[in-house]
Structures are given as C-alpha cells and as structure tokens.
C-alpha cells in the first residue's frame, strides 16, 4: 500500500534553515507528483510547494517564496523540503502527500497523506 512518512521537523530559531524529508513506498515514486503542506493550529492545512515528475515545481503558497524549495531523489524514493529563512508563522505540522498524477493537481487533489512532522519556529 502506499506509504508516505515525513522526518526531519524540529525546534528552529527564526532566520535558521530546517530540510524535511518525506520517504515514499508502494508506488512508482518517479511517476507521480509529491506535495508539501502544513496546518497551523487553529487554521485549515494549506498547500507549501509541489514538484511533478519531471522536476517541475508549483508554489501553492506565497509566503514561502523565495525562502523553501522542494525537490526529489527518485532513487531513494525521496522528497524534500528545503525551508531557510524560517519565521515564526511557518510553525506547524508539515505533511507530504501524493495525487495519482505526473502533475501538481490543485491543493485539494491529493490522494495519500503522511502523518506528519512538527516544525516549531521560535522567535
């Protein structure tokens, strides 16, 4: 079955860098999009950025442009999320997640979820 699991969050100053990973199985990784989001507490989940098979890359979110960059390592069946200049409004539980699709869907489109990993950014 497919299986999506994020690592890497943890306590962070503001202005410090943090890298998640998300590690997939089940699924040919190479041929399937693979997308970053994250729920605040109190707020709905928001999308973060999404890259396609081809390496291709969405931003869903504004407020992360020009400080977070994904990307993918399709021989270890591996997704990234490179977040640098954190601020304490990027605290929140980050997810990743896969839509049956070559493309970055709509934020809503996705189809499996990991469980999530805590990312606090203290100020």
């Known amino acids: 079955q497919v299986q999506l699991e994020e690592s890497g969050g943890a306590l962070a100053q503001a202005g410090g860098s943090l890298k998640l990973s998300c590690a997939a199985s089940?699924?040919?990784?190479?041929?399937?999009?693979i997308g970053w989001f994250r729920q605040a507490p109190g707020k709905e989940r928001e999308g973060v950025l999404c890259?396609?098979?081809?390496?291709?890359?969405?931003y869903y979110a504004d407020s992360v442009k020009g400080r977070f960059t994904i990307s993918r390592d399709n021989a270890k069946n591996t997704a990234y999320l490179q977040m640098n200049s954190l601020k304490p409004e990027d605290t929140a539980v980050y997810y990743c997640?896969?839509?049956?699709?070559?493309?970055?869907?709509?934020?809503?489109?996705?189809?499996?979820w990991g469980q999530g990993t805590q990312v606090t950014v203290s100020s």
């Open positions: 997640a896969a839509p049956w699709d070559r493309s970055c869907p709509r934020p809503y489109e996705y189809d499996y």
């Open positions: 089940g699924f040919t990784f190479d041929d399937y999009a």
């Open positions: 890259i396609n098979s081809s390496y291709g890359t969405t």
